[in-house]
C-alpha cells in the first residue's frame, strides 16, 4: 500500500513561487506513475501535471504550462512540483497522486494512490 504525503503548501503573494513535495513509502515508487491535481473550492478536482517513471516525460495542463515543473527523485521517493509566477486563479488544495501503468493519465479516477492535500493560497 502506497502512502503520499505532500508538503510545501502556504499563502504567497501573486508573483511569487512555491514548491511543493510529495514523499511515497510502502510501494515501488520508480514503478509508478505520477500526478499532481488540485482542487478549488466549489470546483472539480483537475489535473495539473504529471510525469513518467524516470520524469523524462512531463505533461502539463495549459494553465501552468511554462510556469510550473515537475520533477522526481526515485533514490529520495519523492516528486516535487515548482510553482512560478503564482496567480490567484491557482489557489486550491494541491494533491499528489500515484497510479500504475505506463502512460500519465489526466483523469483523476485513474489514480489509485492519493495523499491528504496541501493548501495553496494566493493573494493578489
Known amino acids: 500500500q502506497v502512502q503520499l504525503v505532500e508538503s510545501g503548501g502556504g499563502l504567497v503573494q501573486a508573483g511569487n513561487s512555491l514548491r511543493l513535495s510529495c514523499a511515497a513509502s510502502g510501494g515501488t515508487f520508480s514503478s509508478y506513475i505520477m500526478g499532481w491535481f488540485r482542487q478549488a473550492p466549489g470546483k472539480e478536482r483537475e489535473f495539473v501535471a504529471g510525469c513518467t517513471w524516470g520524469g523524462v516525460v512531463t505533461y502539463y495542463a495549459d494553465s501552468v504550462k511554462g510556469r510550473f515543473t515537475i520533477s522526481r527523485d526515485n533514490a529520495k521517493n519523492t516528486v516535487h512540483l515548482q510553482m512560478n509566477s503564482l496567480k490567484p486563479e491557482d489557489t486550491a488544495v494541491y494533491y499528489c497522486?500515484?497510479?500504475?501503468?505506463?502512460?500519465?493519465?489526466?483523469?483523476?479516477?485513474?489514480?489509485?494512490?492519493w495523499g491528504q492535500g496541501t493548501q495553496v493560497t494566493v493573494s493578489s
Open positions: 497522486a500515484g497510479k500504475g501503468g505506463t502512460r500519465v493519465a489526466t483523469a483523476p479516477g485513474a489514480y489509485g494512490y
